[in-house]
């Protein structure tokens, strides 16, 4: 099992900005394709999944973004801190959720390998 820490959520008025980080403790965290993943209050879904936020490969050379964040949130690496970030601009009150991170069964895809961590609140008032 790897553990997952999420942090720097908070609470934010809409059209501002945050930056989320996940630290991950493996020593082969370059080879995984890393996703952040989001849970809105009142929207669980079947089987303790998550909403697909975006997705970064082990080099961080390719990304992809669900089409609600697209333009707007940017995932990075830091491979040599086992660390990845989510840099949220222009937040709507629909992007209030609960922020997750894992790592990734496969680079094209969003299924995840490990179990959950605590989350990182994010609330963005209207």
């Known amino acids: 099992q790897v553990s997952l820490v999420e942090s720097g959520g908070g609470l934010v008025q809409a059209g501002g900005s945050l930056r989320l980080s996940c630290a991950a403790s493996?020593?082969?965290?370059?080879?995984?394709?890393m996703g952040w993943f989001r849970q809105a209050p009142g929207k669980e879904r079947p089987g303790n999944e998550r909403?697909?936020?975006?997705?970064?490969?082990?080099?961080?050379?390719?990304?992809y973004y669900a089409d609600s964040v697209k333009t707007r949130f940017t995932i990075s690496r830091d491979n040599a801190k086992n660390t990845i970030y989510l840099q949220m601009n222009s937040l709507k009150p629909e992007d209030t959720a609960v922020y997750y991170c894992?790592?990734?069964?496969?680079?094209?895809?969003?299924?995840?390998?490990?179990?959950w961590g605590q989350g990182t609140q994010v609330t963005v008032s209207s």
């Open positions: 493996t020593r082969a965290f370059s080879s995984y394709a």
């Open positions: 909403e697909f936020v975006a997705r970064i490969s082990g080099s961080g050379g390719i990304t």
């Open positions: 894992n790592l990734l069964k496969s680079a094209g895809g969003t299924g995840t390998l490990f179990q």
